[in-house]
């Protein structure tokens, strides 16, 4: 009689390998408290955030070691806030004068999150002291790290930040979606949308609380506006050529008169967009690095889609939640 053989486990996504952290990390990581993750095993607080171990490895490196300069320019985002369409954005705003809106544009051949890499999820997990002599000033980065994890040299130099966010509704459900899209198989398929809400409701999701994170930067925003410009995704997709304009004069680079005839502003937006980029083939059926397809970063790119999802209690909740956390600072999302 044939045995039968046991079917073979399939490697799992760099994404998804518990990291080969240093001694410190697994110390630290020991130490802290911890939930289950919505995909990673685990997630672990730390300042006051939550973090799988691989992010945890990255965020210690980069705050050890990351020296910012004054030019540097970091996108910080809560993630599916629009992060890819952000960094897309603002590569082709800075570079456009050496790479200027052509049928060779590096966004063409190039997923936004290779071209402005994270520095906790990218950088300094892939190496531990990472080169970055090749990147060309301005040098752009990006980051989901909340306010308080920083790297010094981050609030200590001229580096500006530019951090966006979106109404909490539309993040869960494309954080919930998004989830599921990197969950391997061998995970299990889905996880339902109510124990995940429940989570995110407590502020255990990537980079949580949610709304800890959005208010500390409103805060900063409003007491040093040179320093970092706020801006909400639902803002940029309504009025995207004014919102484009003043990122442009806050990181220094404002269009001309000539690029304003020229139709620039317009050009960008328009290689940008979610449908020319969702439907290039390095983001059909390419992947990063790390694993994830690229085509998991481009869901809808719409505002409001929670209705076909969340129930109006879920709704209540989330408002409440909303209006406790950022009442009296001005905010709404
Ligand atoms: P949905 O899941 O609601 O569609 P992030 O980049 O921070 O991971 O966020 C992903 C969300 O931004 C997804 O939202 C995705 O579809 C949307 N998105 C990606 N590219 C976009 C673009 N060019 N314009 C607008 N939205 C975009």
Known sequence: MPTSEPPPTLPLPKYLEEYELAQECRDLISSLPKERGWLATHLYRYQGFWHNSRQLGGVLGCQQHFQAQDTDVLLVTTPKSGTTWLKAIMFTLVNRIHSPVTHEHPLLTNNPHELVPFLELKLYVDTHIPNLTSFSSPRLFSTHLP????????????????????????????????TNKLRPQSHGTTSSLEEVFDKFCRGVSLCGPFWDHVLHYWKESLSNPEK???????????????????????????????????????DILGLCSFDN????????????????????????????DWKNYLTAEMVDQLDKIGEEKFYGSGLKL
């Open 147 to 178: 306010f308080v994890s920083l790297p010094k040299s981050v609030l200590e130099s001229g580096c500006k930040l530019v951090y966006l966010c979106r109404d909490p509704r539309d993040t869960f459900v494309s954080l919930w979606h998004f």
């Open 277 to 304: 980029l969702s439907k290039l083939k390095v983001n059909v059926d390419g992947k990063l690095s790390s694993g994830e397809e690229n085509k998991a970063f481009f869901r809808q790119g719409e505002v409001g």
């Open 228 to 266: 970092i410009f706020f801006l909400k995704y639902e803002d940029m997709k309504e009025h995207p050529q004014l919102h484009l304009r003043r990122l442009a004069e806050f990181i220094g680079c404002p269009f001309s008169p000539e690029e304003e005839t020229k139709g620039v502003v317009d």
